[in-house]
């Protein structure tokens, strides 16, 4: 067995090992194995170890990559923060987008979604922690773009997603990602039809999935240290 697979038979237990633990199904949880800084290779081995979902955060990455996997049925998710220029090459390349989190790009998405596509799944980025350095959408401003992407077409809004401050403080990690819940189960009382809450990485998954995750964004404990840093990262500091 490679590393990778070794690797993600160990993420998956404990994904299983958690969820028994709050008495939810192992099923109920997604595993996205984001693989943002690692090459095709790298992505491959995963799949063929059986992991399907993968995860990019930087576009032109994302790109460079893809046709070294063509020949392989992944479904890819674009995670990352979403400048306007790049929506159209998203929109023509991902399945989902968790990372929506103004009017603005949800319409560019819409917009350059082929009709020849299935709906582009949509969740919205919530800035739980307030921090001005993170991408998001206001909770208090949560409801109005929920209200305007819903009834865009060619989008299916599936979800929300927050990525909460890295922190050691179990208990600041857990207001953040019950908040999310929080405004996950508004939006479900209030007639949306969600089912995705995608909330959790390798340092904190075991807190989101007590908390009601239902898709957690690996990368490291799957595929080791990221290279940092890459070209397209550089340049959006830059721009910033």
């Not at 595993?31 to 995860?55: C, D, H, M, Y």
């Not at 159209?88 to 390349?93: F, G, L």
């Not at 904190?204 to 009601?212: P, V």
Request: aromatic residues 6%.
């Amino acid at each position: 067995m490679t590393t990778i697979a070794s690797s993600l038979q160990a993420v998956n237990a404990r994904i299983a090992r958690v969820a028994q633990s709050v008495s939810r199904q192992p099923d109920e949880i997604t595993l996205l194995a984001a693989s943002k800084t690692n090459p095709a290779e790298a992505v491959r081995e995963a799949w063929l170890a059986g992991q399907t979902i993968f995860g990019e955060n930087y576009l032109q990455e994302a790109l460079a990559k893809m046709p070294a996997l063509a020949d392989l049925p992944i479904e890819w998710h674009f995670i990352g923060p979403i400048q306007s220029n790049k929506t159209k090459r998203i929109a023509e390349n991902f399945a989902w987008v968790h990372s929506v989190d103004r009017a603005k790009i949800a319409d560019r998405l819409s917009k350059d979604r082929s009709e020849s596509l299935l709906p582009l799944q949509i969740c919205l980025q919530v800035n739980v922690s307030g921090e001005d350095s993170k991408s998001g959408v206001a909770p208090e401003e949560l409801a109005a773009l929920a209200a305007h992407v819903v009834r865009l077409p060619r989008l299916k809004f599936r979800g929300l997603m927050a990525v909460p401050e890295i922190t050691t403080a179990t208990a600041l990690q857990r207001s953040q990602f019950h908040l999310l819940r929080e405004l996950f189960d508004r939006l479900k009382r209030d007639g949306y039809e969600l089912d995705t809450l995608s909330m959790g990485m390798s340092e904190d998954m075991d807190i989101a999935i007590a908390e009601g995750a239902t898709l957690v964004r690996v990368g490291t404990a799957i595929f080791g240290p990221r290279r940092y840093p890459i070209p397209e990262e550089l340049a959006a500091r830059a721009a910033r």
